[in-house]
Every structure is written in structure tokens, then in C-alpha cells.
């Protein structure tokens, strides 16, 4: 028997699949008729940009990732794509006047920022991802992860892969309630990346944590310690390097991991706070996220 591409990459797939946590896609659905954030100027109509989301979201590309990604996170992990917005949070609905999203009254309950949703599987999620057209749930178990990834377009840097949409979450505006819940070891230092805070942490200063995430103009010159594919690519910093970090010790096969020679030897005690709170934050999210459905609503 002959063996093609296709079935190669089945049974990788499913290799993959059996040896980490993943579970699988629940599926695609239309949400309300939405032209995203608003803040990118794609040049394409609204319906051709959630044509090219929906084609996105459905692509080998994505479950190849999905599986290497969320099979990382040691629970089983339901991944369900949304394409358009869920008259909730971020994403504005073009709509007409007396259109009625069927699940609005369960995303708009579950939504705790602009961006991110957060509520019990059993039975708030069901009911939301049942309300949004979405059906086999029953597969779903009682300590299982289900992520609903909301996306209205595809755009350079803003697809709705499954790095991006976990970022989404750890770089959102006014989320501190569901870092304080879900993973209390990442909210000081968001606090203190949002400007929010000016408390030391264990000796190390705030300004010396934003110099680090190279939130200041001298910090910016330093080589970057951060490893994943953006940092390497186009330099990640801010907040915005945070979220990276949180990602990558969620998602990545190694964990957070800097390149402690690409910085001066007094940010060391820096990285070494980091590292500890990023792990302790990821332990938290992993323990506390079993049996919860998330929303990241990504553009």
C-alpha cells in the first residue's frame, strides 16, 4: 500500500493527538455579521474578510497548529472558531436594526472585558456554544477546556491562530478579574505593564520590570532576551512582550525561555522574577481553567 502526503500527515496527526491533550475542533460557525475592531484598514469588504476568516479557520494550517499548540496544555482542550462577533465585547455588529444574534444575551453574560469571556462549561458554555449553532457537545467532559476563538478577518500579525488567540487574552485591556481568578501570579506584573501599579516585587522596582519588557526609550536599545517567532521576527515589547512570554510557557513544547546572554548582567534578578511568576501563573491557569469555557475575541 502506497502511502500518500495526506495520509502521512493523518497519521502524525493522530500520533500527536493521542500523546497530548488536545481534543479537536468543535467546528465553524457565522456569528453576527461584524466588521471587527475597526482599527484595521483592510481594504477588502466586510463579507470577503470573514469568507478569508472562515477559510482561515478551517485550514490545515490550523488544526496542524492547534494540535501542536493546545496539545501542549496538559488538559483536554475543545477548540471552537466563531467568524464574525457575538454582539458582545470588541467586535462591532453590522447589522440591521432588528437583527437578533441568537446567542448575544450568553456571550454578553460571560464577557469580562471588551476582549475576553470567561464561564463555567457546565452549563453556561454549553448553552452559549448551542445558542451559536454549534452541536455534538456531549463530547465535551465535565473537566475539559473549551476555547471559542471569535475572529472577523485575516490580517498580517492578527490571524486568528491559536498563539494569537491565547495572546488576546493576556494582552487585553481590563482583564485583571480574570487574571485574579484564572491565574494570580501573572496580575502584578500586568498591573505594573498597564501602568497601573508602582509596588516592587520582592525588591525589583517597577521601572526596572518595564525596562526589561522594553517599555522606555533606553530599554529599547538593549538586544532582546525573548525567544519566540515575533521577537526573532520584528521585536516584541511592552505588554505586548509579556503576553508573549505567558504564551509562550503556556503553548510552547519548552516553556518560557529568554536568551539570557542577549542582556546585561543587571537585568538578571529581573529575568529571574519573571521566569518565577510566568511558571506560577501558567501552573494557576492549567489547574484553574478545567471545566471552564474561554472567549477570546481576536479581531
Known amino acids: 500500500m502506497r502511502i500518500t502526503t495526506s495520509h502521512l500527515r493523518l497519521l502524525i496527526r493522530e500520533m500527536l493527538t493521542n500523546e497530548m491533550a488536545y481534543a479537536g475542533p468543535l467546528g465553524v460557525k457565522r456569528g453576527a455579521p461584524s466588521y471587527g475592531p ?114 472577523s478577518m485575516v490580517y498580517p500579525g492578527f490571524n486568528s491562530t491559536p498563539w494569537i488567540t491565547l495572546h488576546a487574552v493576556f494582552d487585553a485591556d481590563y482583564t485583571e478579574s480574570f487574571f485574579d481568578s484564572m491565574c ?56 505586548d512582550a509579556l503576553a508573549e512570554c505567558m504564551v509562550q510557557e503556556i503553548l510552547d513544547k519548552r516553556g518560557l525561555h529568554l536568551n539570557l546572554a542577549a542582556m546585561p548582567e543587571e537585568f538578571y534578578p529581573v529575568a529571574e522574577i519573571v521566569i518565577r511568576d510566568i511558571k506560577a501563573a501558567a501552573v494557576e491557569f492549567r489547574q484553574n481553567m478545567q471545566g471552564k469555557t474561554l472567549v477570546a475575541i481576536v479581531n
Open 38 to 151: 475597526g482599527i484595521l484598514d483592510t481594504g477588502v469588504d466586510k463579507e470577503e474578510m470573514m469568507t478569508r476568516a472562515e477559510k482561515f479557520a478551517k485550514s490545515e494550517y490550523f488544526d496542524d497548529q492547534a494540535v501542536k499548540l493546545f496539545g501542549n496544555i496538559p488538559i483536554p482542550v475543545w477548540y471552537a472558531a466563531i467568524i464574525g462577533g457575538i454582539d458582545a465585547g470588541m467586535n462591532m455588529t453590522d447589522a440591521p436594526d432588528d437583527y437578533v444574534y441568537p446567542a448575544s444575551e450568553h456571550f454578553n453574560s460571560m464577557m469580562i472585558s471588551d476582549r475576553v469571556g470567561l464561564a463555567d462549561t457546565f452549563p453556561e458554555g454549553i448553552e452559549a456554544l448551542t445558542a451559536a449553532g454549534f452541536d455534538n457537545l456531549n463530547r465535551i467532559k465535565p473537566q475539559d477546556l473549551v476555547i471559542i476563538g471569535v475572529a
Open 184 to 239: 494570580p501570579s501573572y496580575t502584578r506584573l500586568y498591573n505594573i505593564m498597564s501602568g497601573d501599579s508602582k509596588e516592587d516585587i520582592d525588591g525589583i522596582s517597577p521601572r526596572a520590570i518595564e525596562d526589561f519588557f522594553g517599555s522606555t526609550t533606553s530599554a529599547r536599545r538593549m538586544p532582546s532576551p525573548f525567544t519566540m517567532g515575533v521577537a526573532r521576527r520584528e521585536g516584541v515589547v511592552g505588554r
